[in-house]
């Protein structure tokens, strides 16, 4: 029996930014600050993406400043860099080829080697043992949306897409996008490296899960390979776990989850707005954080069948997480257990975690700056419009400044 700890706690800053330099925090500080104002984001992300395009000198600008902070590098070179500072302090990377966006069959084949290649360089890493996916990265995003328009729920949970509505041409072209899947996963299995599915829109989601529910089956037999990303900011997918995990059981294979809250939510507000739907979206905060901590709880009482990786912001959904392995006598360290946070966010979370003797790690993006401007500019929204985090991060970064100073 494990004897539980009570001492783990997200305020300890000195641990939280032992990695950054006082130059470091102090560019943090200013960055964090400058997001306070909503109206300098909301124009930032509305000239930079334009300018960037434009091919204006803004590039240094962007490097210096809020792709330092939240993305790797350009390179997987430079991204190892990042990613032997973290394991110093006992934190593990999840690679993510942050390319989004782009079309064409030729492009599709092009993210498929470079997903291929992350995968590949992370088997030569001590601390990389998961890399990120995007099914829109080998997929055109209107052929996922007609294939979800037809699509069966009982048939996605058993990893079936149903293909009648698509002709003999999309028949091909979806056929190659199941290849392109099956080549990432089985190098993926070869090398031991994890792959998470990102989650994706509402409205072309079938698909992606039953694609990754059929590989899931094949891959995740003696070991976890693969991970779906629920969203629980949706009211359906509490019960979309549990649905999988009863799939799971009765097909002998081990569920990998990745239990996130959500990253779409303006936008399918708007779209079921538009088209006279119910939203997908939970009605309030509070109901995200019940389903979440629900999911929780829900995967930590089936350790045995599911890995869960619980890659959260939320500090209050963490430590339930470790509450709940010490009521189990479950080491900290369990080996379904996984926690992250995104590079640049969350570091008080993050270092505890690792420091307590979690199995966490840290979302690292990298790509050329001209790539990686769709996520960038995500970041710069979430910090400048999520409750509090921005006060959040700036206050803790303040704090340690102070401390350092004595």
Not at 199 to 220: F, G, R, S
């Amino acid at each position: 029996m494990t004897s539980p700890r009570q001492d783990i706690s997200f305020d300890n800053t000195e641990y939280a930014f032992a990695y950054k330099s006082d130059k470091e925090l102090k560019q943090a500080r200013f960055l964090f600050s400058t997001m306070g104002y909503g109206w300098l984001v909301k124009l930032g992300t509305r000239i930079t993406p334009w300018a960037i395009n434009l091919g204006l000198p803004v590039g240094w600008m962007v490097r210096n400043t809020i792709f330092k902070q939240f993305v790797g590098g350009e390179t997987l070179e430079e991204t190892a860099k990042v990613a032997d500072k973290l394991e110093a302090f006992h934190v593990q990377v999840i690679l993510d080829y942050g390319v989004e966006g782009k079309e064409g069959e030729e492009n599709f084949d092009h993210a498929c080697e470079e997903f291929i290649r992350v995968i590949k360089y992370a088997a030569t890493q001590h601390n990389i043992p998961f890399m990120s996916i995007k099914v829109t990265g080998f997929a055109r995003f209107s052929l996922l949306e007609k294939l979800h328009a037809a699509a069966n729920p009982g048939e996605t949970l058993q990893g079936k897409v149903g293909t009648g509505v698509l002709s003999e041409e999309e028949k091909a072209e979806w056929a190659r996008v199941l290849s392109r899947m099956e080549k990432i996963v089985s190098v993926a299995a070869d090398c031991n490296i994890g792959v998470l599915v990102d989650a994706e829109e509402t409205w072309i989601q079938d698909p992606v899960d039953a694609l990754t529910m059929c590989m899931m089956e094949k891959y995740n037999r003696n070991k976890v390979v693969l991970f779906n990303t629920i969203q629980l900011y949706r009211h359906d997918r509490l019960q979309f776990l549990k649905d999988s995990f009863a799939q799971a059981q009765s097909k002998g294979f081990v569920l990998g989850v990745k239990l996130v809250r959500g990253a779409y939510m303006e936008k399918e507000r708007r779209r079921a707005g538009e088209s006279g739907t119910r939203s997908p979206i939970q009605p309030d905060k509070a109901s995200s954080d019940r389903d979440y901590n629900q999911a929780i709880e829900f995967c930590i009482n089936h350790l045995d069948s599911i890995y869960v990786i619980v890659a959260s912001h939320n500090e209050h959904s963490n430590l339930y997480t470790t509450q709940l392995l010490q009521q189990k006598g479950l080491p900290l360290s369990h080996p379904h257990v996984h926690f992250s946070q995104l590079y640049g966010m969350s570091d008080n979370i993050t270092f505890n975690l690792a420091a307590a003797g979690c199995s966490v790690s840290k979302y690292l993006p990298f790509g050329p700056i001209k790539d990686v401007v769709p996520y960038l500019m995500r970041r710069a929204q979430e910090n400048s419009s999520v409750s509090g985090q921005t006060g959040r991060e700036l206050g803790l970064i303040q704090k340690e400044l102070k401390r350092r100073e004595g």
